[in-house]
C-alpha cells in the first residue's frame, strides 16, 4: 500500500477512486443520501494533497446513525465511534484497504455547508490553492511525524480562505451545486 502521509501531486485517478465509491454509497444508501460529495484537497483539481479520498454524505436525520451505519459498514467501512467532532460521523476503510474518509453531516448543517463552500472557492481561486499547497508542504516538513500538529497547524490558513470564501460566496451569490452522486 502507497504511503498516503505525504503531500503528492495532483492526480486524475482521485476522480476515479472517488467515483467508484461514490457510486457504490449511493446504491447502498440511495434516498436515505441528499448529497454525496467528493470534498477535501483530492477534490480540487491542480492541487496536491495527501493522496487520501474525502467524501461527505449529507442526510436528512443526522442523529439516527442507525439508519445509515450498516449501509456504509456494508461496503468496507468502519464507524470510527472515537471521533470527537459532533458534527459529523466519520468512517474509515478497514485495515489494509487504501485510505479514505467518509463524513456524515446533517443536510444543511454549517459544517456540510463551509466544506462545500471551501472546496468550491477552491476550484475557482487557484492563487489561494497555491497558498494552501505551500502551507500544507511547510508544514508537512515539520510535522511528519506527528499528524495532530499537522492538522492543528492548517487551522489559520483554512480559517482565512474560509473567510474569503464568505466573501466570494456572497458576491457571486453561491449555493452548492448538484451533488456528485
Not at 511528519?144 to 451569490?173: C, F, M, N, T
Request: net charge negative.
Amino acid at each position: 500500500m502507497e504511503d498516503q502521509w505525504r503531500i503528492a501531486p495532483y492526480n486524475t485517478e482521485w476522480i476515479t477512486l472517488f467515483d467508484d465509491i461514490g457510486t457504490q454509497l449511493r446504491e447502498v444508501l440511495q434516498e436515505q443520501a441528499v448529497r454525496i460529495d467528493h470534498v477535501g484537497s483530492t477534490s480540487i483539481a491542480g492541487l496536491e494533497a495527501k493522496p487520501i479520498i474525502d467524501i461527505q454524505i449529507s442526510v436528512v436525520n443526522f442523529e439516527d446513525v442507525f439508519s445509515y451505519k450498516s449501509n456504509i459498514e456494508s461496503i468496507g467501512f468502519q464507524l470510527r465511534e472515537e471521533n470527537p467532532d459532533k458534527t459529523k460521523r466519520y468512517f474509515r476503510e478497514i485495515p489494509g484497504e487504501r485510505r479514505t474518509h467518509i463524513h456524515v453531516r446533517q443536510a444543511g448543517s454549517f459544517s456540510e455547508q463551509v466544506t462545500l463552500l471551501f472546496r468550491d472557492y477552491l476550484r475557482v481561486h487557484p492563487e489561494d490553492c497555491q497558498r494552501y499547497a505551500e502551507e500544507k508542504h511547510r508544514l508537512m516538513s515539520l510535522y511528519k511525524h506527528d499528524r495532530p500538529k499537522y492538522v492543528e497547524g492548517k487551522g489559520p490558513i483554512v480559517w482565512d480562505i474560509i473567510k474569503l470564501a464568505h466573501i466570494w460566496s456572497q458576491e457571486v451569490g453561491w449555493k452548492p451545486g448538484s451533488s456528485d452522486k
